[in-house]
């Protein structure tokens, strides 16, 4: 299974270098995933079968993009996967599906496989739109690439009101959204993230379309993350 780490905005350099150590030792046969910052990817040194990820990338290719990281800059630095459309971006950048499909588009291009964010707020849930905002967000992700190519993307399912809230959704309501992604993306990984820890491990692990977890708080964490991974 694959256990993706996002750090999010969190670990400065030397944080971050001691951070690798005690990751590096955490024995598993799962593929772990790390999404530092920008910055700490450049610090990044394999000793280990942790792969590289980062946390976002330009819809734009090289050029006048003051601030912006494109995806051959990734390329650049071993940069294997990358997350796009999380939640906290769509919100706080006001990132658009539209925005998320070019970025799609620049790392496919780029060979590198994208971890394709989704999920609905609160208030989207108590309406019942949860598949209605997936199924939009899925479909205008995709919209650039071709068929053969969405195949490769990782879909990360995170409800947001499940992120950072230490609440996740009852198995019922993760087994109804995995079988809807399955149906319509048969042949992609799907991820949970959303308040994941190694308390809740035991129950989460019962839903069975779930190929692995995209870890925010916990991925700060190692001794917790290792107790995770151990009861995976
Ligand atoms: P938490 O695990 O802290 O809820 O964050 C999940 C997340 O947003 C991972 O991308």
């Given at each position: 299974m694959i256990v993706a780490l996002n750090n999010k905005c969190n670990l400065n350099k030397n944080e971050f270098i001691s951070y690798l150590k005690e990751l590096e030792n955490i024995n598993t046969n799962h593929e772990m995933i790390l999404c530092p910052s920008f910055l700490n990817i450049a610090l990044f040194n394999n000793e280990s079968n942790i792969k590289l990820a980062a946390q976002n990338v330009s819809?734009?290719?090289?050029?006048?993009?003051?601030g912006e990281v494109s995806a051959e800059q990734l390329k650049s630095f071993d940069v294997e996967y990358c997350i796009i459309g999380h939640s906290e971006r769509r919100k706080d950048q006001k990132e658009a599906n539209e925005e998320i499909a070019n970025k799609m588009e620049r790392l496919i291009e780029e060979g590198i496989i994208p971890i394709l964010c989704v999920g609905e707020t609160k208030e989207e849930r108590e309406n019942s739109k949860e598949k209605e905002i997936i199924k939009q967000e899925l479909e205008i992700a995709f919209s650039k690439i071709n068929y053969e190519d969405t195949k490769k993307v990782i879909i990360a399912y995170e409800p947001i009101w499940s992120i950072g809230t230490g609440i996740i959704p009852t198995n019922e309501q993760i087994n109804d959204i995995f079988k809807f992604i399955k149906d319509n993306y048969p042949e992609n990984k799907v991820l949970y993230g959303g308040s994941a820890n190694e308390n809740n491990i035991e129950t989460l692990k019962?839903?069975?379309?779930?190929?692995g977890y995209l870890l925010g708080g916990l991925s700060l964490k190692p001794s917790k993350l290792s107790e995770f991974v151990n009861k995976m």
């Amino acid at each position: 299974m694959i256990v993706a780490l996002n750090n999010k905005c969190n670990l400065n350099k030397n944080e971050f270098i001691s951070y690798l150590k005690e990751l590096e030792n955490i024995n598993t046969n799962h593929e772990m995933i790390l999404c530092p910052s920008f910055l700490n990817i450049a610090l990044f040194n394999n000793e280990s079968n942790i792969k590289l990820a980062a946390q976002n990338v330009s819809e734009n290719l090289n050029g006048a993009h003051t601030g912006e990281v494109s995806a051959e800059q990734l390329k650049s630095f071993d940069v294997e996967y990358c997350i796009i459309g999380h939640s906290e971006r769509r919100k706080d950048q006001k990132e658009a599906n539209e925005e998320i499909a070019n970025k799609m588009e620049r790392l496919i291009e780029e060979g590198i496989i994208p971890i394709l964010c989704v999920g609905e707020t609160k208030e989207e849930r108590e309406n019942s739109k949860e598949k209605e905002i997936i199924k939009q967000e899925l479909e205008i992700a995709f919209s650039k690439i071709n068929y053969e190519d969405t195949k490769k993307v990782i879909i990360a399912y995170e409800p947001i009101w499940s992120i950072g809230t230490g609440i996740i959704p009852t198995n019922e309501q993760i087994n109804d959204i995995f079988k809807f992604i399955k149906d319509n993306y048969p042949e992609n990984k799907v991820l949970y993230g959303g308040s994941a820890n190694e308390n809740n491990i035991e129950t989460l692990k019962e839903c069975k379309d779930i190929d692995g977890y995209l870890l925010g708080g916990l991925s700060l964490k190692p001794s917790k993350l290792s107790e995770f991974v151990n009861k995976m």
